[in-house]
């Protein structure tokens, strides 16, 4: 099995920032594609950006840049380094890996993290 753990969310006012991390464990044998998303209330999940495991980046056209998304394979983590936030950033933020593990090639998910921007 494999679990990831988000974390870093919070109350933030806007114009500030925050950093997510997620942290996968398990039996991994590779992460490829590790990527967020979020979903607002009363909307559809969306990306929010990917980094693959060569480095290549993408973002949404709404967080470019504001957002910044990082990766350090040593500790299976990967980080949304969020700047600029305002209140149409509010959502649960969600990771997600793809993952190589003993059972096979599997896509997972993180819990979600609440991030509410609001004075």
């Known amino acids: 099995q494999v679990q990831l753990v988000e974390s870093g969310g919070g109350l933030v006012q806007p114009g500030g920032s925050l950093r997510l991390s997620c942290a996968a464990s398990?039996?991994?044998?590779?992460?490829?594609?590790m990527g967020w998303y979020r979903q607002a209330p009363g909307k559809q999940r969306e990306l929010v950006a990917t980094?693959?495991?060569?480095?290549?980046?993408n973002y949404a056209d709404s967080v470019k840049g504001r957002f910044t998304i990082s990766r350090d394979n040593a500790k299976n983590t990967v980080y949304l380094q969020m700047h600029s936030l305002n209140p149409e950033d509010t959502a649960v933020y969600y990771c997600?890996?793809?993952?190589?593990?003993?059972?096979?090639?599997?896509?997972?998910w993180g819990q979600g993290t609440q991030v509410t921007v609001s004075s």
């Open positions: 398990g039996s991994i044998f590779s992460i490829y594609t």
């Open positions: 997600t890996y793809q993952v190589r593990s003993y059972t096979g090639l599997g896509d997972y």
């Open positions: 980094i693959t495991s060569g480095g290549s980046i």
